[in-house]
Nanobody, 123 residues
C-alpha cells in the first residue's frame, strides 16, 4: 500500500524556520518524482509548493523561491522541506505526494492525500 506520512509542522514566527518531513512506504522511492503542496485556510485547492525529480532537479512556487528548499534521501525513503524566513501567508496544511509521472506531480493531480501537517506562522 502506497503511503506518504508528513510530520514536522507546528507554530512558527515570521522570519523563523521549520523543517517538514515526508516518509514514503509501499513504493520504489527513487523512481518517484515528489512534491510538497499546501492548502491555506479558507482555500479549497491545494497548491504546489515545491517538487523534486528522481534525479534531484527542483522547482518552486515563486512565492517560496529563495526561502524554501526541498531535498530527498532515496536510501531513507524520505523527503524534506526546509522552510526559512517564514511569513504569515505560509500558514497552511502541508502535504506530500508523489508519482512516477512528473507532470502528475507538478499538477498535483492526485486522488489520495495523507493527513498533512499544519504550519501556522504568526506575525
Amino acid at each position: 500500500q502506497v503511503q506518504f506520512v508528513e510530520s514536522g509542522g507546528g507554530m512558527g514566527q515570521s522570519g523563523g524556520s521549520l523543517t517538514l518531513s515526508c516518509v514514503a512506504s509501499g513504493i520504489t522511492f527513487n523512481m518517484y518524482t515528489m512534491g510538497w503542496y499546501r492548502q491555506a485556510p479558507g482555500k479549497q485547492q491545494r497548491e504546489m509548493v515545491a517538487v523534486i525529480s528522481t534525479g534531484g532537479l527542483v522547482d518552486y512556487q515563486p512565492s517560496v523561491r529563495g526561502r524554501f528548499s526541498i531535498f530527498r534521501n532515496n536510501g531513507e525513503n524520505t523527503m524534506w522541506l526546509q522552510m526559512n524566513d517564514l511569513k504569515p501567508e505560509d500558514t497552511a496544511v502541508y502535504y506530500c505526494n508523489g508519482d512516477t509521472r512528473p507532470l502528475k506531480v507538478i499538477d498535483g493531480d492526485f486522488d489520495s492525500w495523507g493527513q498533512g501537517t499544519q504550519v501556522t506562522v504568526s506575525s
